[in-house]
């Protein structure tokens, strides 16, 4: 690494100029410029769908720009893949880790380093790495034993010893808690301080105001704006990036006193998946007109909780009495019997689960609607999913070019606000949510967060689960959290705060002491 | 630079296209064949494509082997829409002819109004019985029913093979392995005069049109499309996919039966080793070629059948060997199959500027 504190001019680690990509249905970049200095912790800011990593992919050599130039350290370059990129000084760890979930911590970095394979060598060096920068981590460990923030480690780690000029990370604190977040900070501030560059993907305001020297901003593929992080107000750089002002959600308290609506009571399922998680006694109580938020990192068994009380897989028959919705035994329902005692559920995946992407707004109504009267004598009564379709645009101002647009042509907000529609509408006693607001814009974001909190009004019991501890604390009345398969107890919302409910993501793990040993 | 691009969304146009370009580039295809063969194409086109189809008793025949392509490949569609891969329609056309025979068979002499409508019925669930084999073995124990509905296929051929060569042989056959001729009240009656034009022509067009309602506008169907396009949202709206699997199946089945008690109670009027060319495989080619589409599929019968016809043409008008209406068929999926590449994908002409740029 080399350190440019030396006076005088110094070239951009890396510049780009005019940087085009364009996909045939979208152009992801229009245009782009960057500069990033030696030593600049750079963040590139942005919603989903601004072209962020499509400009990150360009740069690692994943993907070839349309036109435009880029230089590295003065010099153009031509980058056509990630290899060219590493022997450049290129590091990238990516959102979605790609690491070998049966092979050890040193097995998966020697797949990706050059040279002779020693392993006994690597280990020594990844041990060396480790400590010089705050990353505790056991090269002999098997990856699929590992929480996602000690995973991240493994590939920050891969990336730092190839002796990186410059670390690309994309969208990292997604899946880490706030105690690990702050760890991460001091490890790329330490690396910023020995003149590696970072770019830094996010969308989280708050974090790159305390983290980051510069920032660039894009909306639709295009640069709206530089920004100094430390000195504008996120209110500003949420301006920037999403066109206008940050919506907000009025939110009173909920109303005290309603019925337990779902009652979760020591739910224990093993898991069918051998690297999937297995819920522990779990116990919650859902009732009438309020939100509960089930806080947790990604794969700590959201997915296991989700799939048994939708019902898709429902518990055998001498467990019914674990799930209950409005008094009444569901533990062994499938889903359409549980839907019928007046359970609705907002999926994670949008496209394929939540609606098929082929058909017309209309027949995706008609996927979980046709209870409310839409099919009579086994035939598909058109006119009344019509009218369903078209309450459900309106209603939930869901922009499309009519009930006869194929779901596929909505963009991810307009879907997820058409999927939440479709579910409120059919007048729920429960409602469960995975997600709600996963990839999706803020505008929609708010306009759904404000469909659920109107809907609690109304006397629902609703469940969200969310990776996103922002999003809970603005809609939860209470928040329990999730972390290997158990439940703590859900604490109103208003008596924690995002340091308690970090500590229990990874409290109740065994890594929890490496956790804590970051602060 | 020539270079494949994906379409930002698939073809609907393509979509309905490619079935019509696959067959006429089929056509070419028979005529380059023939001029390599050294015949004079024209010829041979007409031979193939015009003659069989150019009289009354022409077109009476196209109707004869369209009908149980028709019927089968309504009937696999439905399965085939929810991804339900039934193979076994040759098998199942067997079942039906054997079941709907035999009962002709046992009541030959009654002479009843009720034997025919009898022999259909038993047709159908003979072939639905065969079907339910794999659906079964599908829903309990999640064996392939690709390749239990295809092996059943063989299976059903040897005991329709055994059934008329021992039992069932008729006694003054001179040991021939055939039946008894069917009496007369159990023969489908012609609807053409002066063709074989039968009822199971009818039978065909009614199930296209129960096939559409079906699809278009049943909940069930709507169930097994949701299947087909997106397993995930099937499940999450907890939609019963065992019943799913038991329907495509048995639709087939039935269809099948009742495809194959057509053949034996129409143009062939008993019971052979062989009942069949091949409709139970054609007919999956039929349902793809017609896209699964009712109206496709009808057309597409059309076409199969004239593909089957002018086969039997050429071998007799131009002494070509049997195997060339096996080669037009799998010609004709192979280009169908080919041409789908362009639903989804595009052909563009253009140089990068990548290179340019960066170089």
């Known amino acids: 690494m080399t350190a440019d504190a030396g006076g005088g001019f110094t070239a951009p680690r890396l510049e780009l100029r005019q940087i085009t990509k364009s996909y045939p249905a979208v152009m992801a970049n229009d245009g782009v410029s960057l500069r990033v200095m030696p030593g600049e912790i750079h963040a590139v800011l942005g919603e989903n769908g601004a072209g962020k990593s499509t400009l990150m992919k360009i740069i690692y050599g994943v993907v070839r720009a349309d036109a435009g130039e880029m230089l590295w350290n003065g010099r153009p370059v031509s980058i056509s893949n990630p290899a060219e990129a590493r022997r450049l000084g290129i590091g990238m760890v990516f959102q979605h880790f790609s690491l070998f979930e049966t092979l050890t911590v040193a097995e998966n970095i020697a797949l990706a380093v050059d040279g002779p394979f020693d392993l006994e060598a690597l280990a020594a060096r990844i041990d060396a790495v480790s400590e010089r920068y705050g990353l505790p981590l056991d090269p002999g460990r098997l990856v699929h034993s590992m929480s996602v923030g000690e995973r991240q480690r493994v590939e920050i780690v891969r990336c730092l010893l190839q002796e990186p000029e410059l670390l690309i990370m994309d969208e990292p604190t997604s899946v880490l808690t706030p105690q690990a977040v702050r760890g991460l900070f001091e490890t790329l501030q330490r690396l910023a301080s020995e003149g590696c560059s970072v770019l830094y993907i996010s969308h989280k305001l708050e974090e790159l105001r305390t983290l980051c020297h510069k920032a660039t901003v894009m909306r639709d593929g295009r640069v709206t704006g530089m920004a100094d992080p430390a000195r504008e107000s996120a209110a500003e750089l949420a301006r920037l990036m999403v066109g206008r002002e940050l919506p907000v959600c009025t939110h009173a308290p909920a109303r005290e006193g309603g019925a337990v609506r779902l009652e979760i009571d020591g739910l224990s399922r093993r898991s069918d998946d051998p690297f999937g998680t297995d819920l522990e006694d779990i116990r919650l109580r859902v009732h009438g007109g309020e939100i509960v938020g089930i806080a947790g990192i990604s794969g700590n068994g959201q997915q296991e909780l989700l799939a048994c009380l939708s019902g898709e897989q429902p518990l055998a028959r001498a467990q019914a009495a674990r799930i209950r919705i409005d008094g009444r035994e569901a533990g062994h329902l499938d889903t359409a019997a549980r839907r019928g005692l007046g359970l609705a559920v907002v999926p994670e995946d949008r496209l394929g689960r939540g609606v098929v992407a082929a058909m017309p707004l209309t027949d995706n109504a008609l996927l979980t609607a046709h209870r409310r009267g839409m099919v009579r004598f086994g035939m598909v009564l058109s006119s009344k999913v019509e009218a369903f379709a078209g309450r459900c645009v309106r209603d939930f101002d869901v922009r499309c070019s009519g009930v006869d647009a194929e779901a596929r042509t909505l963009s991810g907000g307009n879907l997820q606000k058409f999927i939440v529609g479709r579910e409120i509408l059919q007048k729920p006693a429960v409602l469960i949510a995975a997600q709600p607001t996963w990839g999706v814009d803020v505008g929609a974001s708010a306009a759904i967060r404000q469909a659920l909190i109107d809907l609690r009004d109304e006397g629902v019991a609703i469940l969200v689960l969310s990776e996103e501890l922002e999003e809970l604390f603005e809609i939860s009345d209470r928040i329990a959290v999730i972390a290997r398969g158990r439940m703590s107890a859900a604490r109103a919302a208003r008596g924690t705060d995002m340091e308690e409910i970090g500590l229990l993501m990874s409290g109740l793990s065994s890594d929890a002491q490496l956790e804590c040993a970051h602060d | ?359």
Not at chain 2, 199 to 213: C, K
Request: include cysteine.
């Open chain 2, 1 to 359: 630079m020539i270079r494949l691009e994906p379409r930002p969304r698939a073809s609907k146009a393509m979509r309905y296209l490619s079935p019509v370009i696959a067959a006429a580039l089929t056509g070419v295809c028979g005529v380059i064949f023939s001029a390599l063969a050294g015949l004079d194409p024209l010829d041979t086109f007409y031979a193939f494509f015009i003659a069989p189809i150019d009289d009354r008793y022409g077109l009476g025949e196209l109707g004869v082997k369209a009908a149980p392509l028709m019927l089968i490949a309504t009937g696999l569609a439905i399965g085939f829409r929810s991804n339900v891969w039934n193979i076994g329609a040759e098998g199942q056309l067997t079942l039906g002819a054997v079941s709907g025979g035999g009962l002709v068979l046992l009541f030959y002499d009654s002479g009843s109004a009720w034997l025919l409508p009898g022999a259909v019925v038993a047709g159908a669930i003979g072939g639905m019985l065969w079907a339910a084999i794999p659906a079964i073995l599908r829903t309990r124990f999640n064996t392939n029913e690709i390749l239990v509905s295809l092996m059943l296929n063989y299976v059903a051929l040897l005991l329709l093979s055994y059934l008329v060569h021992g039992p069932w042989r008729d006694p003054e056959g001179f040991n021939f392995p055939e039946s008894r001729l069917f009496p007369d009240s159990a023969m489908l009656p012609v609807i053409l005069a002066d063709t074989r034009l039968h009822l199971g022509f009818l039978f065909a067009v009614a199930a296209v049109a129960i096939g559409w309602v079906f699809v278009r506008r049943s909940f069930i169907g709507y169930q097994m499309r949701v299947a087909g396009l997106a397993g995930g949202a099937a499940e999450y709206a907890g939609f019963n996919r065992a019943r799913m699997i038991w329907i495509g199946l048995l639709a087939g089945g039935a269809a099948a039966g009742v495809a194959g008690i057509c053949e034996a109670a129409g143009p062939i009027g008993q019971l052979l080793p062989s009942i069949s060319p091949g409709y139970g495989y054609a007919a999956i080619i039929v349902a793809f070629v017609g896209r699964l589409h009712p109206i496709g599929i009808l057309l597409a019968s059309l076409l199969m059948s004239l593909l089957y016809l002018g086969g039997e043409a050429a071998q007799m008008e131009l002494g070509l060997p049997s195997a060339v209406t096996g080669i037009f068929q799998g010609v004709l999926l192979f280009l169908l199959l080919a041409v789908d590449l362009f639903v989804n994908y595009r052909v563009r002409f253009k140089t990068t500027v990548v290179e340019e740029a960066l170089s």
